[in-house]
């Protein structure tokens, strides 16, 4: 937790930018696995997390714009849970740990909306934002009197805003926990590349990871994706045997205690040896992710970034003759997405995509820059113009999707740019990702961490080591 | 996933044993973690595993008595879709595969029930499993139009005891699967063990256990227990450092890919060696593990062999001057439970804590055998008469809880058998688990998998190599 007095001025800020009415921001219950009791690792709501810092579950945060006060309502555990559980703070010393005054049951807070209700003040609905877990929208469903079906629809769009304008802007203290979780996926990445190795299977050096992560004492920040068929974008089984000639795909990341999040891709050769096919499509890929990170700085928009890296997979993939044409235009056209159908990265912070539960339109653009609608590049997560604080990963691509390719032939998608004699050469290559996380600094960028073996030498090495 | 028949059978046994009606079993949906795509990893329910054995998201199965048909409903993933995800089964494959010849989508299911509202049956109300997700439950208020609040209070007791009734007893091959589990539990307790040294942090241990687990191609089967607090029952903090003195608990396990449990618990002194109060403690309850294991057998009750274990910890307690009187006096008085707050076991199979989504009496008691009213006895989790094809896990503790402690003194619990100024003297020992996962077996009982350190010997030993 960081001092109470980051979360007092948080809270503070939120309620001038908010600017009125009551914000509620319910923290997560725990999340039943095969049985109410049985459960998944508690994770903490980021919202809740950012404004009142505190790890334990049930617990319901409201701030009230009018008044200027904060609450946190929740049941102490009872005497008889203390016997099993040993001594834990109440509800109160919670509270006041992160500069909340006022606390009260979940029936106080219940009786506070019912209040609220009367038509006096003519603003009968707090603000809250959308729920992405079952439990907490029936929470508010019949905490607030509405429908299952619409309590999504209620959601306050100047409580979205207002925390993204927050939390996109990391402090110094929350980078450093930033890359405290990139310490440990270091960790992570060149244990595994160091395992990855003929004869193995892919849930193997998963297993390695999952194990490395909680050794750093959180979680994974997603599921670990592991594969040798990277080109298979949303694969997250792990069943496959690794053997030499196949690029092994590693996505992976974790959370500190605290929740802060890393998010790093390494592809490396099964077997420790690039062969030349390998070579050249990492050193395009690896190209396009060092530009990106070469041209971020405070006043650009991630969408020129995103077209900055496109321009060097483009020049990279006309150099082997898989695409045709100038590079501005197989970039205008789009033709280079065939083999990147993703863009280039996405906020991170307490989550590994910072505030996606906001919508990512509302985090990622604003009424300055808004989505594209051409393919691959409408899957830009975030196209806004850079700050100072920002924390973004770099992470091109390139995926020979076999799937994808017959469609566009036969679709003649891009037929002019794209020469899919030659393509069709590569499409049993697979897959190729690198990922780092970006801090956007006051004149440039920092790629943030231990810097974790990248290049083909540097991957070679460690794998042989 | 078993052979298509063993599905079929078990379908056609639950339909006879329910009789009349329709039955549903939904199967879960992907648990957001942070945010909606940011998931725990997918944990299938263990009835539709059992009935339906399919892996898949999002999928319902359905099962008429009255025409013997069985159903699947779940949305086709779309040809956008497949591009992402590689080429995947259709619903109509995924159902073939485990003898379902019926398919269809939400909507259809949607239909179906509401044309079984119509009062010409006079039974509108379909048979299903209380949820223990909120996702299922809104799911279940919407298709049968009975309010959230209500869903539960409308399960079906003939549909929970005929679950019951065909998972309590296990068969050859799940069997073999449990005892996959437990040699994946092998490794992550044996590494654990010798990583107990001095220095090391709880969530380091637990970490790599977490790891082994995962490196078996399945999840751990509860969140893990590792602490030099083991008279906190309830811990899953992992955050002290390991000092010699303390016993440390390690309560543990994992799931295979079909999602058979195994759950083992090994106490080991930090450093590696024993010291005589530890030895004393750890021979007591080690005596009380094997007494349960030599008199469980078909026809006894697990009340019984609760009662076995606690004259052993009773007849200990008693040698070392901590209670007093006669071994039937004690246990009959309960104050042995004053150490063992605690059942000695739960039936484990798909889930854990097998089939605990039902409710705990049903699955482990019934017409012949109620729960206790008596503290320890009545957390029993399992009391009924054991079959052949049983599995129960047999894990017996010693916990010097001093809020306990001082709450019995201060109420004269049990005064008569308890000598408090001996007790007192062992309030910072902290506490010992040891737990096997048992077969009951046409004549007696087999501790499942390959044996685990668990002598005073074997424990030295593994943990000195």
Redesign the interface.
């Given at each position: 937790m960081f001092k109470k007095e980051t979360y007092i001025a948080r809270r503070e800020q939120l309620r001038k930018d908010v600017g009125h009415g009551l914000i509620i921001i319910p923290g997560n219950h725990e999340?039943?696995?095969?049985?109410?009791?049985?459960?998944?690792?508690f994770?903490q709501?980021?919202t809740f997390l950012y404004f009142f810092g505190l790890q334990r579950e049930d617990l319901v945060g409201v701030l009230d714009c009018e008044t200027g006060k904060d609450y946190i309502f929740a049941n102490d555990y009872d005497i008889d849970?203390?016997?099993?559980?040993?001594?834990l703070p109440s509800v109160k010393e919670l509270a006041a740990s992160v500069g909340v005054e006022n606390t009260g049951t979940p029936k106080a807070l219940h009786d506070m909306i019912a209040a609220m209700k009367s038509p006096v003040n003519g603003k009968p609905m707090p603000h809250y934002l959308p729920p992405?877990?079952?439990?907490i929208?029936?929470d508010l469903?019949?905490l607030l009197g509405v429908s299952?079906?619409s309590v999504n629809r209620h959601a306050s769009m100047d409580l979205i805003l207002a925390c993204v304008k927050q939390r996109m802007v990391k402090s110094a203290e929350e980078i450093e926990e930033i890359e405290r979780a990139i310490a440990t996926a270091y960790n992570m990445h060149v244990g595994a590349m160091k395992l990855a190795m003929p004869g193995r299977?892919e849930?193997?050096l998963?297993?390695?990871?999952?194990?490395?992560?909680?050794?750093?004492?959180g979680p994974v920040s997603?599921?670990i994706i592991m594969t040798v068929?990277g080109e298979?974008?949303?694969?997250h089984g792990?069943?496959n045997r690794l053997e030499v000639g196949r690029m092994l795909v590693m996505d992976a990341g974790c959370e500190t205690p605290m929740?802060y999040c890393s998010d790093i891709t390494r592809s490396v050769p099964v077997g420790g040896r690039f062969d030349d096919r390998q070579k050249t499509i990492y050193e395009i890929v690896l190209s396009a992710q060092l530009e990106a990170a070469r041209v971020t700085r405070p006043g650009i928009t991630y969408k020129e970034v995103h077209q900055a890296a496109s321009r060097k997979l483009a020049e990279g993939y006309r150099s082997i003759g898989i695409l045709k044409g100038s590079v501005d235009d197989i970039v205008a056209s789009g033709a280079h997405s065939l083999l990147m159908?993703h863009g280039l990265g996405h906020m991170m912070g307490?989550?590994?995509?910072d505030m996606?539960?906001y919508g990512q339109i509302n985090v990622g653009y604003d009424d300055e820059t808004r989505p594209s609608e051409q393919f691959g590049l409408g899957s830009l997560r975030c196209g806004r113009r850079l700050q100072p604080g920002f924390v973004i990963t770099d992470e091109p691509g390139c995926y020979f999707?076999p799937?994808?390719i017959d469609?566009w032939q036969a679709e003649g998608t891009c037929k002019d740019f794209i020469d899919f004699d030659e393509l069709n050469k590569w499409r049993d290559f697979g897959g190729i990702r690198i990922e780092d996380d970006v801090l956007v600094t006051d004149t440039g960028a920092r790629i943030l961490g231990k810097p974790i073996p990248k290049t083909v030498k540097e991957i070679e090495e460690t794998m042989a080591s």
């Open positions: 999340a039943p696995c095969n049985y109410k009791d049985n459960t998944y690792w994770r709501d980021s849970d203390i016997i099993w559980t040993g001594p992405y877990r079952a439990d929208r029936a469903s019949e299952y079906a299977y849930y193997e998963a297993g390695f990871m999952e194990g490395e992560a909680w050794k750093g004492n997603f599921p068929h298979t974008l949303h694969n792990h069943n929740n159908p307490l989550d590994v995509h996606e539960n999707i799937a994808l469609k």
